[in-house]
């Protein structure tokens, strides 16, 4: 298959939650999440409840993967910073090593020029950390959960 | 490409939904979705076109019960089937776990599966997969309309590999759950494999 699965680990998750929390705070933002490129929530915080988290990482991905295709058309690696400005909220996302998407999401008790700079030190920290779960990743057993699988466990999915 | 989660204790993988224009993508997942109790689904999105044609893609989160204590859950995505959305439909199939494809029976569709079952195979190959390598499964959707083709006719053209293939109906739901069953099967079998020691 090509590409590696992503594999999240407790102690990452919890830096990356921590991570996720500080910026919240610092910028003074409403959310902050983070998004696998294919779609998939990391991490969110704030004021989640009554947000459909999953389908803004999903449209927020393929907004990613859309404006990706045009800077490939433009001959451009990639356009590693979007800005959407609605009446009250505004979301900024952020593609940190070019791996995973972080969203932030604001109102007028924050400013985008506070948040770029919140963004900016946020996605040093996160790299640290997403290249710490790719070496952890690679080592024999870190997925040991799929290797336990057993084909009565996949049976058992579709019998309940 | 899954996504695990061991601190939530989650599994997630994405199965892209391919075929030509207007063979009933959209229509198996709306199936899925008014067929799903509501606490095993999230909402599903269409990004359509104002008559209805997919324009970018229609999502719908799943969920289908545990593993080894960890929570499943499937991203069902759809392609726009209309041949000019190619750069679209390349951007899905990123991190698609497994495939179904969705043929459209009707003798004057062959061509159309054809031609989408050939783009398939090229923008999987764009991504790094190979169609004859990933989890794969065919449904010949729309055999309850008249002027159809054989199965026995439609195999050897769409399904030469021999994967799990279902006849569908997915206006009414004939052959929706089992197509979705076989391909979540499929990827976990794979899941299973690739790390198996």
Redesign the interface.
Known sequence: ??????????EE??KINAVCDRLRGEANALVVFIV?????L?SASGETEHL?T??LA??TA?NV??T??IAKLLKEKEFATQFHEGEKANIHIQIVGQRVILVVIFDTRSSLGLVRLRVRKASEELNKVFDSLVEKAKKPGA?S?????TDE??E???N? | ????????RE??C?IVYYGPGLCGKTTNLKYIFGNTAPDAK??M?S?ATETDRTL??D?L?LS??E??G?R?RF?LYTVPGQVFYN??R???L??V?GVVFVADSQIDRMEANIESLDNLRENLAD???DLD??PYVVQYNKRDLPEIAPVEELRPLLNPGGVPEFEGEATNGRGVFATL?AI??LV?????R????
Do not use: C, W
Request: charged fraction near 20%; charge should be neutral; hydrophobic fraction near 45%.
């Open positions: 298959m090509a590409g590696a699965d992503t594999v999240i680990f407790e998750f919890a696998d490129k294919n779609g998939q990391i459909d999953t389908s999903s449209l393929g993967a859309a990706g295709g997925m959960v799929l290797e336990e699988i466990d996949i058992n999915l579709f309940e | 490409m899954s996504f695990i989660n061991y601190s939530s599994i997630n994405k999230g909402k999105i990004l970018f893609f999502f989160p289908l019960g593993i080894q960890f499943t991203h750069a679209s390349k951007l899905i990123k991190g776990d991504q790094g997969y390598r990933i069953k979540a099967k976990f079998m794979e899941l299973k690739s790390r198996g020691t």
